[in-house]
């Protein structure tokens, strides 16, 4: 929920992408008797994270060795 925070509040695209990683990983991890509601909440975040990110700045995420390199 950290990585979706970072990547909502200062549109960092690679965080929230990493947040959408995250949460697919919690939820694999999960067992029958977790609370489903966070998990729930936790991909609803990370995934308005990167809705909210691609419409501020629609331009694809550039590597950041890319510009290392140039």
């Given at each position: 929920m950290i990585f979706s925070m970072c990547?909502?509040?200062m549109r960092l695209k690679w965080c929230a992408w990493v947040a959408l990683?995250?949460?697919?990983?919690?939820?694999?991890n999960t067992r029958l008797a977790d609370d489903t509601?966070?998990?729930l909440?936790?991909?609803?975040l990370?995934?308005?994270a990167i809705v909210?990110?691609?419409l501020q700045n629609p331009q694809p995420?550039?590597?950041p060795w890319v510009s290392i390199m140039n």
């Open positions: 990547g909502l509040m990683y995250c949460s697919c990983i919690s939820f694999a509601k966070q998990i909440s936790s991909f609803m990370s995934i308005s909210m990110s691609y995420m550039t590597p």
